[in-house]
């Protein structure tokens, strides 16, 4: 014979009231990832020999130094079926209080080690790579990437994220 409660309600609605009495509910819970990556343009639109800025930043939502990153960044799905559209990472650099630094690893991997040294908790770090659009790319068609990441924290946590991607570049014609 079933509760009048259970009647009532349901037996999903009292398996949850059971479980929020003592503490096995899930909550609902607005905590950031761990780390954060977002990306932006300088500009939207480019000539081919034109280049553009693009900006990486890191952020530490936690309460631990990001002590190492390893980041990917590759061509989209769209960018790699145009082949006529041309383009290069020609240069890196990492904002620091000081200015700008160079930095190393402009390739298709392995950008983690661009951020610098440790990320303290609440900061963020930047890097910007500027892609060279080669004179004699196509024109008409868009430049994307997307990146995964691994974080590694001074707690010995880690944190993965990813596709997050870049917005899109139009080369257009003169």
């Known amino acids: 014979m079933r509760s009048p409660l259970m ?8 398996l949850g009231l059971v479980l ?13 990832a761990p780390a954060a990556l977002t990306f932006s343009t300088d500009t939207a639109t480019t ?7 693009l900006s990486m930043t890191l952020t530490n939502n936690r309460t631990y130094d990001v002590w190492f990153v390893y980041q990917t960044i590759d061509p989209t799905w769209l960018t790699t079926q145009r082949p006529d559209l041309k383009y290069s ?6 904002a620091t209080a000081a200015g700008s630094t ?5 390739g298709p991997a392995d950008l983690g080690g661009n951020y610098g040294a440790t990320i303290p908790p609440g900061q963020s ?16 068609g868009n430049i994307g990437f997307y990146s995964y990441y691994y974080a590694e924290f001074s707690d010995s ?3 993965s994220g990813g596709p997050v991607y870049t ?8």
């Open 7 to 14: 009647r009532r309600f349901g037996p999903a609605t009292v």
């Open 20 to 32: 929020a009495v003592f503490g096995f509910a899930p909550g609902a819970s607005a905590d950031p």
């Open 47 to 53: 000539t081919p020999g034109g280049t553009v800025q």
């Open 89 to 94: 990472f020609t240069g890196c650099s990492l």
């Open 102 to 106: 160079p930095c190393s690893g402009t």
């Open 125 to 140: 770090r930047t890097v910007t790579l500027t892609l060279q659009i080669a004179a004699d790319s196509g024109c008409n």
């Open 157 to 159: 946590t880690n944190t």
């Open 167 to 174: 917005p899109d570049v139009r080369v257009a014609c003169a």
